[in-house]
């Protein structure tokens, strides 16, 4: 019994799982968590998962949180390249965590990575996405005043020509005001020369009237 015991772990000391400590990734696109393990000679059964800290199993097509988003290492290739890569695809904020990467080989205690962080990023984070986020805003603040100094302009004007239509309108009717009053004084003082002449006249006649007798 103690012989079997430790040839096994004898064995499972030869089983070395080798991960990344970290990766990362943009929200939308997809990533792939690198793993791979060394065995004294090529398994012929085996099997690995993936574990997402604390405990969460990430399965294909059953895990609900990565359904329809995962893409794992096939049998043979796991078996032949010794590979047991995971590929995120459609990444979400709530994927960032430690991804631990288990592989069991037949009669031999399964192991573990020391596992790979991943952490996921908002598309706006990257330097091209910044750089052209800043363009856009001193682009619009760049037009913003131009539409405010439009605007004042535009009111300038319309003030302007309402001020010099208002003078206008003043002029004409101070014009027609003294043309009419001129003409009414003209009449005025014509009238009173007729009326001046008649009396005149009438006063010379009775002078004559009065000197007849």
Not at 7 to 22: G, M, T, Y
Not at 77 to 90: I, K, P, S, V
Not at 144 to 168: C, D, E, M, P, Q
Not at 171 to 181: A, D, F, H, L, P
């Amino acid at each position: 019994m103690s012989f079997l015991t430790i040839l096994i772990v004898s064995q499972a000391q030869d089983l070395v799982v080798s991960q990344p400590s970290s990766a990362q990734g943009i929200e939308g696109s997809s990533v792939t968590l690198r793993c791979s393990y060394n065995y004294t000679s090529k398994p012929k059964v085996g099997s690995y998962q993936w574990v997402k800290d604390p405990g969460l199993v990430v399965v294909k097509n059953s895990t609900p949180e990565f359904m329809g988003r995962l893409n794992c290492t096939s049998d043979l290739r796991f078996l032949l390249d010794q590979r047991a890569d995971l590929e995120l695809q459609d990444l979400r904020h709530y994927d960032s965590g430690i991804y631990r990467c288990v592989v069991s080989i037949y009669g031999v205690q399964e192991a573990s990575g020391n596992g790979t962080k991943l952490q996921v990023m908002k598309a706006a984070t990257g330097p091209g996405d910044v750089q052209l986020g800043d363009n856009m805003v001193l682009v619009w603040l760049i037009l913003r005043g131009f539409l405010y100094t439009l605007g004042i302009a535009v009111v300038a004007l319309l003030t302007h020509l309402h001020y010099r239509k208002t003078i206008s309108q003043e002029v004409q009717k101070r014009q027609s005001y003294y043309t009419e009053n001129e003409y009414r004084a003209a009449t005025g003082n014509y009238s009173s020369d007729l009326l001046s002449s008649g009396r005149t006249k009438k006063l010379q006649l009775s002078i004559s009237k009065v000197q007849t007798r």
